[in-house]
């Protein structure tokens, strides 16, 4: 009888975990583009939809947060790190702001305080529950860090003093 009851307590538990994942999906998050690039296609828009689809849980609920994507992309001789600017904060960014950016990585620093601006003209209204793609220039030495990037746990970070600045 004792084994009966743990086996009926797994089977509950294993219910429970297969439930959350909808429910986290039903909350949703969407991925927006700013207005001049509605309806339109790229590498960028389409790696920020499947991983907002895949990844709806990014960020965290009550505030506004940023995830690096693994993905770096080269324009005019420039190199770029792809991040996702995720607005979890309960309402609608409708004004330009700017934060500072901490990154590193196994104790590299390639961030350190970096002012990094949003503009409201240029990116779009970030509405609640929704996420978008924010591109970030680096050098070729901090590039080389970036890809040096195996493991997840000795990746820092930190977005701070965030201003609104219109």
Known sequence: P???????????????TKASPSAKEEKGLKFVVAPQYEGKTSDLIELGKKLVKEHPELGNQGSLSINYT?????????EYAVFLLI????????????FSLSWKYDGQLIYQNQRIG????DSGALPDQSAT?????ISSEQKQIV????????MSLEMSDLKVTK
């Open 133 to 137: 793609i924010l591109t970030l220039p």
């Open 147 to 154: 890809e040096s990037m195996t493991q997840e746990e000795k």
């Open 2 to 16: 004792k084994k009966e009851a743990k086996e009926a307590t797994a089977s509950k538990t294993e219910q429970t």
């Open 118 to 121: 949003y503009k409201i003209s």
């Open 70 to 78: 693994g993905a770096t992309f080269s324009s005019n001789q420039q």
């Open 87 to 98: 607005n979890k904060a309960g309402f609608q960014i409708d004004k330009d702001f700017e």
